[in-house]
């Protein structure tokens, strides 16, 4: 929230990024006890981490907006080959989104693509069995392919694999955090897009001579020039795997280390979409955005600077006590209060219902269903990365 009075700048000095590659939530814990809007010299930019101040700016695209050209948005225009929609502001960027719009909503979630999503689990999850228990491994074996299947149906692609996805997937990811400029990390991701893009120059004209539900179908029959079609696609690419990957594998973590919350829902099957919401409200998959002021404003009682980077960490604004009480603590029948784990705002993610039905009341509970006593297997090594995108990258698992 903006206010008149101002106090000096909060600098965060001691923040290091390096180790919030491995746990950030001891770093947004002390940023939320001292400076909920701080100076990070480290990341060169204000960090924002309240729950109130997160939301302000989300609301106020006027004054801090997302059309930035620097930084880490900068890094994922060039990954991705151009300034896609979530990085601009309205009008352009409601223009952008809007034909992907009706593809995305509920009713069209449920109707059309819950049967492909349950497909899609039902089959990756046949393949993790056949690993077995004491090899299987629920990143590796089912939650990125299935997150992979889900983005190549929604996207409309036709031959192309699972695994190709996942590896375009991955070098967008990288690409947008390539802060070091890396020549080699460029090299992959130039190399990705002209995979990408060849496979666009097949499908734009056929999807405009034959459309159906499919987002490139969309941004083919919407008047937009192929350079944005390719961004976009790229964009979604880029995180409309890793989110839902990481959803699942975070959920039975989660699960897995709260027995009593685990056989609750287990009884009760209609908590499954509570539980998916306090995951990603407790693990956020994405837990960093930037924006930039377009002018001087004050921000919890903070003055800053026009023409400033303004990091939103609502992985951080999700644990904020003064809205959910016992903040670090899982607890699937916490009251309802709206979380940011996809953003707010005219910038709320176009993909948040394809998630929380395709990941949430499909992938997660078929997991469960089918496979009793699904537990992770401590035998073995599980590993957590990253800050910015944040989730399991190796979680092995076993059942009876």
């Not at 000095?13 to 701080?38: F, G, K, N």
């Not at 496979?199 to 159906?212: K, T």
Request: aromatic share 8%; proline share 8%; net charge negative.
């Amino acid at each position: 929230m903006t206010t008149k009075s101002t106090s000096a700048v909060p600098t965060a000095d001691w923040v290091d990024p390096a180790a919030m590659l491995t746990d950030p939530y001891p770093t947004y814990r002390r940023l939320l006890d001292e400076s909920p809007v701080a100076w990070v010299p480290a990341l060169n930019q204000y960090l924002v981490t309240s729950h109130e101040a997160c939301r302000a700016v989300e609301a106020n695209q006027e004054t801090f907006s997302a059309n930035v050209t620097t930084g880490a948005t900068a890094q994922m225009a060039r990954a991705v080959g151009s300034q896609p929609m979530v990085n601009k502001d309205d009008p352009d960027h409601a223009r952008e989104r809007q034909p992907v719009n009706p593809t995305l909503r509920p009713g069209i979630m449920r109707a059309h693509w819950a049967p492909i999503f349950e497909r899609n689990a039902r089959t990756h999850l046949a393949l993790m069995r056949e690993q077995g228990p004491d090899r299987a491994d629920l990143n590796r074996d089912y939650a990125a392919p299935v997150a992979a299947q889900n983005l190549i149906d929604l996207l409309g692609f036709h031959d192309v694999e699972v695994e190709v996805m996942r590896r375009w997937s991955n070098t967008f990811v990288e690409g947008i955090g390539n802060i070091f400029d890396e020549p080699e990390t460029w090299r992959r991701c130039d190399d990705a897009r002209a995979e990408v893009d060849a496979r666009l120059e097949e499908l734009v004209p056929y999807y405009r001579a034959h459309p159906d539900r499919s987002i490139i179908s969309a941004f083919a029959n919407a008047g937009m020039p192929m350079t944005q079609i390719a961004a976009n696609v790229d964009l979604v690419i880029s995180g409309g795997m890793n989110e839902p990957q990481h959803a699942i594998t975070s959920t039975v973590w989660a699960l897995d280390r709260h027995p009593e919350q685990r056989d609750h829902v287990l009884a009760d099957p209609a908590l499954w979409p509570a539980v998916f919401d306090e995951t990603v409200r407790w693990l956020s998959p994405i837990g960093y955005y930037p924006r930039e002021t377009t002018r001087e404003t004050v921000l919890e009682d903070v003055r800053l600077p026009a023409r400033t980077m303004v990091g939103i960490l609502v992985a951080a604004a999700n644990r904020d006590t003064t809205v959910f009480e016992s903040a670090d603590e899982f607890d699937i029948t916490r009251p309802r209060h709206p979380h940011l784990a996809f953003g707010g705002g005219v910038h709320l993610c176009a993909g948040h219902w394809a998630a929380r039905i395709g990941i949430g009341e499909i992938a997660v509970p078929i997991l469960y269903a089918e496979l009793p006593g699904l537990h992770v297997d401590s035998r073995r090594d599980e590993a957590w990365f990253g800050w910015v995108f944040r989730g399991l990258t190796a979680l092995p698992v076993a059942w009876n």
